[in-house]
């Protein structure tokens, strides 16, 4: 298998990084070029953008974004919010970004994960799956469906996902570690790779997570303090999980 | 002139491998011209988008045959990920697709426990982590490379085609990019 994964999550409005609280009281932390470039010096083996406002008022401005992220950055990353077409698709991948993200898109429209997935292949398809309960939600994880979340995995893999970004809805923004028993079900039904979300609150619960999945996604445990991040990569190895060596800039 | 032509076959992310060209101090342009992929001093063949398509579109720009003149006339060639498999001389992907047959060998499917391979994984015998995002893999009697039981380079004359994306490889792969441009 590849190394674990230590994915930084961004929330993106208007064109600049936010932090808030189920999308109330957000506050700028700052411009996504500067912190994207921050987080991959301090050795970030990937990054997720999410366009929080997801309109398509806004889509020009994430376009720009992803433009000028991928100008600087030379790690991959993978966009989400608002994106419900392959033409969505197309513009945020031909704009530099390695892959796209699908959440309540792709439950509205399943044959957009095999479409987005013919055209770029299956490795720049992303489906993110809020999930609670057993079940799939939408908005933001505030609204149930009546989709089983482990059948729904198998699914969005069978049509063409490359990776399933799995957010325990109980967890998000908890710190209390992450649903392993609900990471570990969902990857155990399928064969292409998971990302744990939801719960990190530790470098014991990050290695946690990658004891049992493929990669983890770090929102607040690294945005309170982006510094920290060799220093969590550091305790991470403490733990036991190896990541992957850095290099110096020569 | 630029100094170096990116390979334009429809569905490649062309932006990043520009943009690390840019961190190096090299100018590019992203050109499926014949006459501009013959002359350039670098060609990179990028790597993102299906077999069958790049392969369709560098048949009817020229692209493919202009290709396989720059390396018979022993002009560098950097391929990467899907731009290493196009190289060889035929792919399962798609149900199956001739490749440009620079290099001898196959492209097949993986049979890795989670597919497609994802992330940083050690590229031996370099003792250097890349980054990794394919579901198919070369069978090479010119791999000189490996990543975990996989090919991850092949290397033939003037054509050196690698799996991982130098690009998104970070340090490590500014590094590699800088190598094969300054040999050239």
């Known amino acids: 298998m590849p190394l674990p994964r230590l994915i930084p999550c961004l929330d993106v409005a208007h064109g600049r990084v936010v932090k808030g609280v189920s999308f109330v009281n957000l506050r700028d932390v700052g411009d996504p070029v500067e912190l994207a470039r921050h987080y991959s010096d301090g050795g970030a083996d990937e990054l997720v953008f999410l366009d929080i406002t997801a309109t398509p008022d806004e889509s020009a401005t994430m376009v720009d974004v992803v433009r000028r992220v991928a100008d600087v950055l030379a790690i991959p990353f993978t966009v989400g919010g608002g994106i419900r077409s392959v033409d969505d698709a197309s513009r945020i991948i031909e704009a530099g970004a390695d892959r796209v993200s699908l959440n309540s898109a792709a439950l509205a429209t399943p044959s957009l994960i095999t479409d987005i997935a013919a055209r770029f292949g299956s490795q720049a398809v992303v489906v993110a799956i809020d999930a609670g309960d057993g079940v799939v939600h939408t908005h933001g994880g505030r609204r149930a469906t009546d989709i089983a979340t482990v059948p729904w995995a198998a699914e969005a893999a069978a049509r063409g996902a490359g990776e399933i970004l799995l957010t325990s809805i109980a967890r998000d923004g908890q710190r209390s570690g992450f649903d392993l028993a609900l990471t570990q079900a969902v990857r155990d039904a399928i064969d292409i790779p998971v990302i744990a979300s939801g719960g990190a609150g530790s470098a014991r619960h990050v290695a946690e997570a990658l004891a049992v999945t493929d990669a983890a996604l770090i929102a607040s445990i690294v945005h309170e303090n982006p510094a920290g991040l060799p220093g969590l990569r550091r305790d991470i190895e403490a733990c036991g999980i190896a990541l992957r060596p850095l290099k110096e800039p020569s | ?184």
């Open chain 2, 1 to 184: 002139m630029s100094d170096v032509v990116v390979v334009d076959y429809g569905a490649g992310n062309t932006h990043s491998v520009r943009a690390s060209l840019t961190q190096l101090g090299r100018t590019s342009v992203v050109s499926a011209d014949p006459s501009a992929i013959t002359a350039a001093p670098f060609v990179i063949l990028p790597g993102v988008g299906s077999a069958r398509s790049a392969m369709e579109h560098l048949t009817e720009t020229g692209a493919a045959d202009a290709l396989t003149e720059r390396f018979n006339a022993d002009g560098p060639i950097l391929g990467i990920c899907l731009g290493l498999q196009l190289a060889l001389e035929a792919s399962q992907e798609d149900g199956g697709v001739k490749g440009l047959g620079l290099v001898e060998g196959l492209v097949v499917r993986l049979e890795t426990a989670r597919i497609p391979r994802l992330g940083w994984a050690m590229v031996e015998p370099w003792n250097e982590a890349f980054y990794f995002a394919h579901s198919f893999v070369a069978e090479s009697p010119h791999s000189v490379a490996t990543s975990e039981g996989v090919c991850a380079a092949v290397r033939k004359g003037s054509f050196f085609g690698v799996q991982f994306h130098p690009e998104k490889s970070d340090v490590a792969g500014l590094n590699f990019l800088e190598r094969c441009l300054s040999l050239a």
